[in-house]
T-cell receptor, first 112, second 112 residues
Framework: DTAVSQTPKYLVTQMGNDKSIKCEQN?????MYWYKQDSKKFLKIMFS???????INETVPNRFSPKSPDKAHLNLHINSLELGDSAVYFC???????????FGDGTRLSIL | GENVEQHPSTLSVQEGDSAVIKCTYS??????FPWYKQELGKRPQLIID?????GEKKDQRIAVTLNKTAKHFSLHITETQPEDSAVYFC???????????FGTGTQLKVEL
């Protein structure tokens, strides 16, 4: 059983399109995250939710909108995709803040 | 600033040698320091973590040391093996403990 699963694994789309990435965790964790890893491998936090409530919102363009329908799911919707959005997006979860985080396998987003 | 600096960015060692990666953080309120290993094309995985109430923690060939006064923490890998080759990230919370900030990563290569 995959603990943190995200779909799709690969996403290739054109500039200007809108796309969503889904994430689900079956660990019973209260906190979920979205990270962006660029081509230089820098891992940067974008958002964090605790029990469906937004607790961290880094300086991210408002084209990015997270949604947490329940504490096991955290989806990421991106509007008007730009070339600079090309990256690997990782979902992660933890029991609480400052606890070990479990990462999904990542979604590789490529903008043409 | 509220950064985590990580050195070196690349590290090449011979099999059987030791490897040391160092990180420096700036938020004096930080109290949780994890290390993640990311193999090529894979997700980051927690390998060891330490909390601020201890100075050292060891798990087989891996150890982490923490100097709160100097705001340094280090990852030590002994008897390195080819499968240790990966990118290693340190992390520390900032902003009152809510935001886990990752270091810039160290590409470790263990040569035969």
């Amino acid at each position: 059983d995959t603990a943190v699963s995200q779909t799709p694994k690969y996403l290739v789309t054109q500039m200007g399109n809108d796309k969503s990435i889904k994430c689900e965790q079956n660990l019973g964790h209260d906190t979920m995250y979205w990270y962006k890893q660029d081509s230089k491998k820098f891992l940067k936090i974008m958002f964090s939710y605790n029990n469906k409530e937004l607790i961290i919102n880094e300086t991210v363009p408002n084209r990015f909108s997270p949604k947490s329908p329940d504490k096991a799911h955290l989806n990421l919707h991106i509007n008007s995709l730009e070339l600079g959005d090309s990256a690997v997006y990782f979902c992660a979860s933890s029991q609480a803040l400052n606890q070990p985080q479990h990462f999904g396998d990542g979604t590789r987003l490529s903008i043409l | 600033g509220e950064n985590v600096e990580q050195h070196p960015s690349t590290l090449s060692v011979q099999e059987g040698d030791s490897a040391v990666i160092k990180c420096t953080y700036s938020d004096s309120a930080s109290n949780y320091f994890p290390w993640y290993k990311q193999e090529l094309g894979k997700r980051p995985q927690l390998i060891i973590d330490i909390r601020s109430n201890v100075g050292e923690k060891k798990d087989q060939r891996i150890a982490v040391t923490l100097n709160k006064t100097a705001k340094h923490f280090s990852l030590h890998i002994t008897e390195t093996q080819p499968e240790d080759s990966a990118v290693y990230f340190c992390a520390a919370p900032r902003g009152g403990g809510n935001k886990l900030t990752f270091g810039t990563g160290t590409q470790l290569k263990v040569e035969l």
